[in-house]
């Protein structure tokens, strides 16, 4: 399970739905238009729970792997807005889905399709992960989750953040990002591009237990209009979770 502790160091997620879930498609997707013809919801790449990331902040990259990372950089950095659907895998395997919206710099908001009531929502500071069925939600600096590599307005994998591994294949290039918090511990974030069409597939963030979650995004668009109201976070209405 991710716990409240590891939850502000990671992509804030709510926690695995039981094993009785199925995880199939609902019958109807009402995720964003896209720009292409719609896509079937994709089987997430789920990493190796026993792989051994290496972690000295004084490994060396070859020229081809500073590339690949510097193509990630440009990748993100040139996106202002995306919007597509998810397919997410919880630590106990399960899987939820729904749509997500990104305005850069620093604002998302993540719809899970019900029965759900989770929400994620930022808005370039805080990001609230809120139930709307018992209208609480918990808040939590975006600069302490993985998120701002996602939606900050540039990057530079190899000079703003920790990479610790960067390999490619014919599928993807994928880049591990780890994050270390003295109070909590060690999390990774590993961001997978497609090799051949350069977007953003999937990310997996790993909290400081070892526990993984994956986001695969398909049907992405970067040409909607998004509606800036719908990053505004509502502390009115939802109060702070219990505990």
């Known amino acids: 399970m991710v716990t409240a502790t590891s939850f502000a160091q990671n992509v804030p997620v709510p926690k695995p739905a039981p094993k009785g879930r199925d995880g199939s498609a609902s019958d109807a997707q009402r995720g964003p238009a896209t720009t292409g013809a719609t896509q079937a919801p994709p089987n997430p790449i789920i990493p190796d729970p026993r792989r051994n990331v290496p972690s000295s902040i004084f490994q060396t990259f070859d020229a081809n792997q500073k590339a690949q990372a510097a193509k990630v950089s440009a990748y993100l950095s040139s996106l202002s807005t995306l919007v597509g659907n998810f397919v997410q895998v919880g630590p106990d395997g399960s899987k939820t889905q729904g749509d997500f919206y990104i ?19 930022a808005d370039g500071s805080s990001v609230v992960v809120r139930d709307r069925k018992l209208a ?19 990057i530079d994998l190899m000079k703003d953040t920790n990479v610790v591994s960067v390999t490619a294949d014919d599928l993807f290039i994928s880049v591990t990002i780890e994050e270390k918090q003295a109070l ?30 994956t986001f695969a995004v398909y049907n992405l668009d970067t040409s ?20």
Request: glycine share 8%; charged share 25%.
């Open 184 to 213: 909590v511990g060690t999390s990774r974030l590993l961001l997978m591009i497609g090799a051949k069409d350069g977007q953003l597939k999937q990310w997996t963030v790993t909290d400081p237990q070892g526990y993984d979650t």
């Open 136 to 154: 609480t939600q918990d808040v939590y600096p975006l600069s302490q989750t993985p998120l701002r590599f996602l939606l900050s307005d540039r």
């Open 224 to 243: 909607k209009r998004l509606d800036p109201s719908m990053f505004k976070i509502d502390f009115t209405n939802y109060g702070p979770a219990p505990g």
């Open 103 to 121: 305005q850069k710099p620093g604002k998302m908001r993540v719809e899970y399709d019900p029965p759900s009531p989770i929400d994620i929502i």
